[in-house]
């Protein structure tokens, strides 16, 4: 999508990406390789002939995607891989795909050389247990198999562009938690506990809390409001144990032999689940029960695939809700657009239905004359009313009685505030849109926005 003219799509270009089979005739791959794709073809190594393949099942949070190709003749002769398990640190490992550059099925090998919780590029802000190999992972790679004994015990998905040789596996936890997410036909994303937390090295805070010497914890520093652990855990709680797993004192749990977070726990569970906690909170251990959410935040820290953007015009104003998408297109990066992106979720969180609007661009008319070249203009009210998100934005405007004289939108960050005739702005409404080709002046999903109106 064009982010600053939300009705026009970009001109559609070509990809590639790879797969595997494993059970029931689905094709495991990433969600980047299929995200925002007009029409899958699939070719196996057998036949040169493409085969259209629908997308069965999309997680942009775990970057995981299932296909299934409508011709059965496509899985003949084909055998599905098993999944394997969590690799040792220091195994060797196959990574297979088809890396951008040739027609051909190509295999390298590496070493599993850390095994962490770490960033996925793909939505940009979520963070799961993922595994890095020195076995390269190059364009086209994306959605093939790693392997270990005959078993996929991993999708490729992603390299560090700043070293050489270095790439990074989805691991087989993470590839089962999406597919018992998907069993009642929805997926509904990978819990999240909530809260930021510090190390408890220093002996002498230790001393301070009156830990026992031989107990390991992490200090709860901060509890995400409408989250998991809203309501349950405390600021200064320190969480010892979560499930049967002993927390040190640098957050980490033994897991599969290896030394991981111990979000880890919550990342292999489904929304709805429950966690069993222990903290120490006042001199003593407190045993707590948690249950899991989605993280409270909304799409819009993420970012967006497979639907077009919304948007609301009026008076020639494009309205959106700021995202993460753009926030990272060329020259959006504002300290106002930054702040009200990133660090007012800190000082003052919004809930899932709450957005921060703007203004994108000015489409010249009559009626906006004077406010040609603004843009990134950040709404804060519409007629001394607060603006709750950009749904809310529309029906306000909707609601507007005929006596009104002004629409005046208010934002914290600019002194003057933007002000339109009412009536012109209605009577130039369809000129202004059929002066730019725009054959609907908003798009609003109602079911993502319900909350919210």
Not at 348 to 358: A, G, K, L, N, S
């Amino acid at each position: 999508p064009d982010w600053k003219s939300p009705w026009k799509m970009k001109p559609t270009s070509q990809g590639q990406g790879s797969g595997f089979l494993i059970h029931d005739n689905w094709i495991l791959t990433n969600a980047h390789v299929v995200s925002d794709s007009r029409m899958l073809l699939v070719n196996k190594i057998s036949s040169p002939e493409p085969f259209l393949a629908d997308v069965l099942a999309i997680a942009h949070d775990s970057d995981l995607a299932l296909l299934k190709v409508r011709d059965p003749k496509f899985y003949q002769d084909l055998k599905p891989l098993e999944l394997g398990g969590i690799p040792e640190l220091r195994s060797r490992v196959r990574a297979y795909g088809y890396p951008v550059g040739g027609k051909e099925l190509s295999r390298t090998e590496g070493v599993v050389s850390r095994i962490e919780f770490g960033t996925y590029v793909h939505p940009g802000i979520d963070s799961h247990l993922l595994i890095q190999t020195d076995s390269a992972i190059n364009p086209g790679n994306s959605g093939g198999p790693v392997t270990q004994s005959g078993q996929a015990i991993g999708v490729a998905f992603q390299s560090n562009l700043r070293l050489n040789d270095v790439g990074y596996f989805i691991p087989v936890p993470l590839i089962n938690r999406f597919l018992a997410d998907i069993k009642d036909g929805r997926y509904d994303g990978v819990p999240e506990i909530g809260i930021e937390t510090s190390s408890l090295i220093n002996q002498h805070y230790r001393q301070y809390l009156g830990l026992p010497e031989d107990t390991g914890g992490i200090l709860v520093e901060r509890v995400v409001p409408h989250s998991s652990a809203d309501g349950v855990l405390l600021i200064g709680d320190v969480l010892t144990k979560i499930e049967d797993l002993q927390i040190d004192a640098a957050g980490m749990v033994r897991y599969s032999e290896q030394q991981v977070t111990f979000f880890i726990e919550a990342e292999n569970r489904q929304i709805g689940d429950s966690l069993q906690l222990q903290v120490w909170r006042k001199g003593k251990f407190i045993n707590l029960t948690l249950t899991l959410k989605a993280p409270p935040f909304g799409s819009e820290m993420r970012n967006s695939y497979d639907e077009l953007p919304e948007y609301v015009i009026f008076g020639g104003l494009v309205f959106i809700a700021l995202n993460r998408n753009y926030i990272h297109s060329p020259g959006n990066i504002t300290p106002p657009l930054a702040y009200e992106h990133w660090y007012r979720e800190i000082e003052r969180p919004r809930t899932r239905h709450e957005q921060v609007v703007i203004v994108t661009r000015v489409m010249p008319s009559p009626v906006n004359s004077g406010y040609t070249n603004l843009h990134n203009f950040i709404v804060s009210s519409l007629n001394g009313k607060p603006v709750r998100s950009l749904a809310h934005l529309e029906k306000m405007l909707k609601n507007m009685t005929p006596e009104t004289t002004n629409v005046v939108f208010g934002s914290e960050w600019h002194k003057i505030p933007l002000v339109l005739n009412f009536k012109e702005s209605l009577e130039q409404h369809n000129s202004v849109l059929k002066r730019y080709g725009i054959i609907d002046g908003s798009r609003i999903y109602a079911d993502k926005n319900k909350d919210s109106q």
